[in-house]
């Protein structure tokens, strides 16, 4: 019944800050995904009987590789899997299963916000007993394994009904169709006051929540429209469809620009919010006011006590460095803890489980806290509609009365996308050969302190992750990062963090490109990023 199958590695599996993410026509290539999955269960020990947790955001080809990890971790000895029913799980849900009943593990089928289809992305991440993404040790052994692999082990066995709720038999280990959407609905209840919201709803409070044909549809619906009573219509793109319908589903002003111009409209809801593909990221819009990633995280933490699983107060805040200052000035007014990372969800696991971060959050649109191990669409967004009830204030109004207390940190992320990667890695070379002669110089008005590649050295294991971002620090407080994205799944990605402090609130009110306009001027100088990628002008600014 398990039998035993023949394989040559491929040299292309190293996983990024997020897995393994590729293109469908590569994961389906003989054994691919077969090779990745035996990987990880080869680097990995002490699981003979224990459960595995298995789940995707049910984008193109989600189902197929969920049958294979089935079959393949009976084949491997795991005692249990639990599987959403239908392929389905978010990333959070995901993580909030693997703790909730001591997994020792789980497979996440995503690609997070990246597009799904045929020819699109797909991607494989293993997550850890914390409910987190594998840290660094674990995946450079997943890594090393795919190189030399050559042979996995899989149950002979017909595929399961993955659209039945209950427990069935595979090659002599349980498999459990759990609901997706009731455990993570139970924990969403225990950490917020849901009877403010509602009230703050039935008292007319127009929501829309856009889940982008993507995986919190179902838990959106549930969640928005049962528990908390808002009305028939106020989940939008609930159904989780393998191509997102066509659209890209990353909740940023570029793809979520249908929601964010309802919400602007007059006659418009006065809340809007979406998110992405596997759940984990969050766009939070009010009426005249779009909240940034960097706004929205230090604006939870300095509202934090309002929420019933945060009254006794937070320990510290995390951010990944390319994320802006705004909760640091939190941190510091509230006397806690302020951790500044590497780019990737599973640095903050550490400090999370040492209990020295409570909320933690990174500039791409992802948010979240100790309740799980992964940052979280649906969790940031109840926050801001209990914050909402509590205060009875708008969006506007809390972000606005949040400048004025601690200062605004203009920010922008410019993202070009797809560049040659030969062109995108000579790009980041050169400016790692400038570091050293950078300070001291001047650009215009503004004049470089400081100029590093950051490494993070963690003060809870004592690891050290080094070339994560190249920094350019101003006097006054500004700055610039260049960094290569590990997300994306063709070509490279060139971001380009763009931050100026103002703490006054009578400059609070300028557009923020032009507030950032010198700033974007001096780092496209530095990087030379038009003569190196041919680039005029970004493929994304958020």
Request: proline letters at 5%; hydrophobic letters at 40%; charged letters at 25%.
């Amino acid at each position: 019944m398990i039998k035993t199958v023949k394989t040559a590695p491929y040299q292309d599996q190293k996983p990024g800050t997020s897995g393994l993410r590729k293109k469908v026509p590569v994961f389906s290539q003989e054994n691919y995904a077969e090779n990745f999955i035996q990987s990880i269960f080869d680097s990995l020990e002490g699981f003979e009987g224990k459960t595995l947790v298995i789940g995707g955001d049910g984008r193109y080809y989600n189902r197929e590789v969920i049958q294979k990890a089935i079959k393949m971790a009976a084949a491997a000895g795991f005692g249990k899997v639990m599987v959403g029913q239908g392929g389905i799980l978010s990333t959070p849900a995901a993580s909030n299963i693997i703790r909730k009943y001591k997994a020792f593990g789980g497979i996440v089928l995503s690609a997070s916000h990246n597009p799904g289809g045929p020819t699109e992305d797909f991607g494989i991440k293993y997550n850890i007993g914390n409910g987190g993404p594998a840290p660094e040790k674990i995946t450079d052994a997943i890594f090393a394994r795919t190189k030399v692999i050559d042979a996995y082990r899989i149950a002979d066995v017909p595929d399961l009904n993955l659209d039945q709720l209950g427990f069935f038999d595979v090659a002599g280990m349980t498999v459990e169709v759990i609901d997706p959407v009731a455990d993570y609905a139970e924990l969403m209840e225990q950490l917020f006051d849901f009877g403010a919201i509602r009230t703050l709803l039935a008292g007319g409070v127009r929501i829309a929540i856009d889940s982008m044909g993507a995986v919190t549809g179902p838990y959106a619906k549930e969640i928005f429209e049962k528990r908390l009573g808002a009305p028939e219509g106020s989940v939008r793109n609930f159904t989780p469809l393998p191509d997102f319908g066509g659209h890209h589903p990353d909740p940023n002003l570029v793809h979520a620009k249908d929601l964010y111009d309802d919400v602007m409209s007059a006659d418009g809801p006065v809340f809007g919010a979406a998110s992405d593909g596997d759940g984990d990221r969050n766009m939070i819009v009010g009426k005249g006011m779009f909240v940034t990633p960097s706004d929205s995280l230090a604006i939870i933490a300095a509202n934090a006590t309002v929420a019933p699983g945060y009254s006794k107060g937070i320990a510290g805040i995390a951010r990944s460095m390319p994320t802006s200052a705004a909760a640091d000035r939190v941190a510091e007014k509230l006397g806690i803890g302020m951790y500044e990372t590497p780019t990737g969800w599973k640095f903050f696991g550490n400090l999370l489980d040492a209990g020295k971060a409570t909320v933690c959050g990174e500039e791409s649109f992802g948010t979240g806290s100790d309740h799980v191990r992964e940052k979280d669409g649906l969790w940031a967004v109840l926050f801001w509609l209990n914050i909402m009830a509590a205060r009875n204030e708008s969006v506007a109004e809390i972000v606005t009365k949040h400048w004025a207390e601690y200062g605004r940190n203009y920010y922008s992320r410019h993202d070009y996308e797809e560049v040659d990667t030969e062109a995108a890695n000579g790009l980041v070379a050169a400016l790692r050969e400038k570091l050293a002669s950078l300070p001291g110089q001047s650009f215009g008005a503004l004049k470089v302190a400081a100029a590093d590649d950051f490494a993070y050295h963690d003060p809870v294991d004592g690891s050290v992750s080094k070339n994560q971002g190249v920094r350019v620090l101003f006097e006054g407080g500004s700055r610039v990062v260049f960094r290569l994205s590990g997300t994306g799944t063709s070509g490279a990605t060139i971001r380009v963090y763009v931050e100026r402090y103002e703490p006054d609130p009578a400059k609070h009110g300028i557009e923020t490109q032009t507030a950032l306009a010198d700033l974007i001027a001096v780092a496209n100088e530095i990087s030379e990023l038009k003569t190196r990628t041919g680039r005029d002008k970004p493929t994304v600014i958020t």
